[in-house]
């Protein structure tokens, strides 16, 4: 059995098949570009920030890093004390639990894409989730019958919000935000680096990334969409402005028993690996919704994912099929800068 997380070996894995393009040329008049890195939320975290002034620089990455961790401990399935482990630890019964207004607007996101996909992205996959146990020294495969029985769990639509209140219909379930959390916590961090008067910059969380500003005085941040399995050839590569960038990927977080890949993507509908996809990327105006978006585009695969992501204003994806093959939104092709 071989296991393989995110932060196992050389840097490029840290941020899977997103990564900046000659990030070392990007210096503007009197800019210097900064650049700090930080293990948060399972995954490490590059902040590259072009600024003149060094203390601002410094306290302003300071800040976005510890808004980041302040999210984990908000919505961290991991961590026992966080509010949403006390949320899925108390919410039962329909009993109705007031929660803070970063964990309201993480799950009312995730309802929200949960409707549109049809379930493709469902938050409430905490049971399944659980028993694959993917952080496991040496992780094994489920129980068959305990997977299906935590399938009957997931459905968001058991999920109720009243006001600023939040309960779980249904005993048994748990919410996990895994697919859409880091995603939010990309955005706040890209605000508070803007509020502080970062005029250019990008933050890369594991391949979920926003950049805003110009890298040089008229050039965007140029970016890279790495194949999933030759990280050293690059598929697509384009203009990044004041957008989001996110990727999910069969090689992030997986272990392989029985030369089969097992990864963290989980349908679902049935609590196992989707098996069609190697990777899909979406583009969008949030790193929450395009986080959010590139799970349903690979839980859907090429057909129906590319779909819901034609039928939303300002999207753009593209997909990679387990046989190498890719598939785009209509209006991919006709992103700034765009080589494929």
């Not at 006001?163 to 605000?191: N, P």
Request: one cysteine or more.
């Amino acid at each position: 059995m071989f296991f393989k997380l995110p932060h196992s070996s050389v840097l490029y894995q840290y941020f899977l098949i997103i990564l900046c393009l000659s990030l070392t040329s990007c210096e503007l008049k009197n800019q210097k570009v900064i650049k700090r890195t930080q293990f948060i939320m399972g995954t490490l975290v590059e902040i590259t920030i072009q600024e003149s002034d060094n203390d601002l620089a410094q306290h302003a990455i300071n800040k976005s890093f510890n808004e980041m961790s302040r999210l984990e401990k908000i919505m961290s399935t991991y961590l026992p004390n966080s509010e949403l482990s006390q949320l899925n630890t108390l919410a039962r019964r329909e009993t109705k639990i007031t929660v803070s207004s970063d964990l309201l607007k993480v799950i009312q996101r995730g309802v929200h894409w949960g409707k549109l996909s049809n379930g493709a992205i469902d938050i409430t996959i905490g049971p399944a989730v659980k028993l694959w146990e993917f952080n496991a020294e040496t992780p094994t495969l489920p129980d068959a019958d305990k997977l299906q029985e935590a399938t009957s769990f997931i459905d968001y639509k058991n999920i109720a919000i009243d006001g600023s209140s939040v309960s779980l219909k249904k005993t048994g379930m748990s919410l996990h935000l895994g697919a859409i959390g880091k995603g939010y916590a990309v955005d706040q961090a890209i605000g508070i680096l803007k509020k502080m008067g970062v005029k250019s910059g990008l933050v890369n969380a594991g391949g979920d990334l926003m950049a805003f500003g110009l890298k040089k005085e008229t050039e965007a941040w140029h970016i890279g969409i790495q194949h999933p399995r030759k990280p050293e050839k690059i598929i697509a590569s384009l203009d990044v402005r004041d957008k989001a960038v996110a990727t999910s990927g069969d090689y992030q977080r997986y272990f392989i028993k029985d030369k089969v890949r097992f990864h963290h993507i989980l349908n679902p509908k049935d609590g196992w690996p989707e098996n069609q996809t190697m990777s899909a990327t979406v583009i969008a105006d949030t790193v929450m919704d395009a986080d959010a978006l590139s799970t349903a585009l690979f839980i859907l695969g090429p057909n129906k994912g590319i779909g819901l992501i034609n039928s939303l204003e300002g999207v753009e994806g593209m997909i990679l099929s387990k046989l190498g093959s890719a598939s785009y939104s209509s209006g991919f092709r006709n992103l700034p800068g765009l080589s494929l």
